[in-house]
């Protein structure tokens, strides 16, 4: 039987996060060498938006490509995806028509509310109210779950909607006859604000506060008009970045469980030595960085690395992989684990070889892109293997602004190298080559180095 595909996937949780609650990376990936999986230390978005991310990692398309480019109406959100037909043309119908039983579980796309199953979910448990403390989480299904069920709250006050989701997958699992392969999303909503937690974690982290890294409070006259329209965060503003940040690890601790307990069901059906794990989240996020005191959006590592842990049959264990990898690189991924072909419009590659621990030609640059959102305005940059990030912008009071950073020298991306002089040729060459590029023109386009 073709090896099962697991997908866990986080909302707005930045990279460093994890480090906070061990755990996760113990259940899936290196942790320090003695974990049954693998870690990617540089694992990236596109797009750093949830929804425009989370269409990438179904389709494998960067999103100027799969056109869905913001979290609203009309550029984006579930009504987006659907008029983009990609809502019945993804990673999940292609696994269903090669025998998979496809299942998601907890949050779907930014603007979903019911009343309809996608064609490429067998079985579907999409949540409709994820981040409301009041009315209480609600889903919209196709199999087996409601209000009225005997087996779950939909409370949240009672029962932690990331125990609920963890409960549904639990029996979904054991419900599975390990007939036929099994892909299965489970889609949590933690960390994303408000952050829900278990009550029993109400005192852990009480002393904890937003790193305070070189960046945290502070605008500088080379950033872009954006940035530095951000006052320096007041008392205020900081205690909301710090009460966020602990709030957020809190929620991950339940994450943590939830997926130890998911990984735990496979080895009591026997699937374990079977099952694919990908452990992810849809962007990152900042904390007070740049002065700016919560978000996304933004071409700054906080907001693009994510954390990206993998095991599975063939992937090799304890290690940490050096590469570039991208939310474009999952549904390429899936279909080589799958043994079908990528279809022509991922952009993305799949990351199986890698995790073999096999040598093969890699990307050495990516695309950053964004569209004017939530106060960030429309831009493309490209991130290079020696560590250039080179962005320009297109919108609003910031448009013709670039930046440009060393983040070996600079990791916190406080000096804006343009300062210093004109743009290095090859960056621009190769944001010109990728800002449009389309499935193998931008695998090309990537693996262009330095010269």
Same mark, same amino acid.
Request: aromatic share 10%.
């Given at each position: ?13 930045d ?16 942790a ?12 990236f ?7 425009a ?26 009504t ?25 579980i ?7 509310t ?18 409301q ?23 949240p ?23 036929r ?11 994303h ?35 530095k329209?951000q ?20 929620s991950?601790l ?25 452990f ?11 002065a ?8 700054y ?7 990206l842990?993998v095991?599975?049959p ?25 043994a079908?072909?990528?279809r ?8 199986a ?9 890699w990307?050495?640059?990516? $695309?950053? !892109?964004h569209? +004017?959102?939530?106060?960030?305005p429309?831009?493309?940059?490209? *991130? @290079?293997? =020696? ?39 090859? $960056?621009? !060459?190769?944001? +010109? ?9 931008? *695998? @090309?386009? =990537? ?5």
């Amino acid at each position: 039987m073709k090896p099962n595909i697991v997908l866990l996937l986080t909302d707005d949780q930045d990279e460093r996060s994890l480090s906070l609650v061990p755990g996760v990376e113990e259940a899936i990936g290196a942790a320090g060498g003695t974990g049954p999986g693998a870690t990617f230390n540089r694992a990236f978005v596109t797009t750093p938006v949830c929804c425009a991310s989370r269409v990438s990692q179904l389709t494998g398309a960067y999103a100027h490509n799969h056109n869905v480019l913001t979290n609203f109406p009309p550029t984006g959100s579930v009504t987006k995806f659907r008029s983009e037909g990609w809502e019945d043309e993804n990673i999940a119908s292609r696994l269903k028509a090669a025998g998979y039983r496809t299942t998601i579980i907890g949050k779907y796309m930014n603007g979903y509310t019911g009343g309809y199953v996608p064609a490429p979910w067998e079985r579907y448990f999409a949540s409709t109210r994820p981040y409301q403390a009041s009315p209480p989480l609600t889903f919209y299904e196709n199999m087996g779950l409601g209000a009225e069920g005997p087996e779950y709250s939909t409370d949240p006050t009672r029962y932690l909607d990331t125990y609920l989701l963890r409960d549904v997958a639990v029996r979904e699992i054991g419900r599975w006859g390990a007939d036929r392969p099994l892909f299965m999303v489970v889609s949590f909503h933690g960390p994303h604000f408000p952050a829900f937690s278990d009550p029993a974690d109400a005192d852990r982290f009480a002393d904890l506060k937003a790193p305070r890294v070189p960046s945290w409070g502070v605008s500088d006259a080379d950033d872009p008009q954006y940035v530095k329209n951000q006052a320096p965060l007041t008392a205020e503003e900081a205690k909301a970045a710090d009460t966020l940040y602990r709030k957020k690890a809190r929620s991950i601790l339940a994450i943590r469980r939830a997926i130890v307990d998911i990984v735990k069901k496979f080895e009591e059906k026997g699937q374990l030595d079977n099952t694919y794990f990908v452990f992810t989240s849809d962007n990152g996020y900042r904390h007070g960085e740049h002065a700016m005191v919560h978000g996304k959006h933004t071409p700054y590592e906080e907001d693009i690395n994510v954390p990206l842990f993998v095991r599975g049959p063939d992937v090799s264990k304890g290690v940490r992989l050096p590469n570039f990898a991208l939310n474009i690189d999952l549904a390429p991924t899936f279909c080589e684990w799958a043994a079908i072909s990528p279809r022509p419009y991922m952009d993305g590659r799949s990351l199986a070889p890698l995790l073999r621990g096999e040598s093969v030609p890699w990307r050495t640059n990516f $695309l950053i !892109e964004h569209w +004017a959102e939530s106060g960030v305005p429309t831009y493309k940059g490209v *991130r @290079s293997n =020696e560590g250039r990030v080179y962005v320009e912008y297109t919108s609003g009071a910031s448009a013709g602004d670039k930046e440009l950073y060393d983040v070996r020298e600079d990791p916190y991306q406080l000096n804006n190298l343009m300062d210093d002089g004109a743009t290095p040729t090859y $960056l621009r !060459e190769r944001l +010109a080559a990728l800002k449009a590029c389309s499935g193998d023109a931008c *695998r @090309s386009a =990537e693996e262009v180095s330095r010269t």
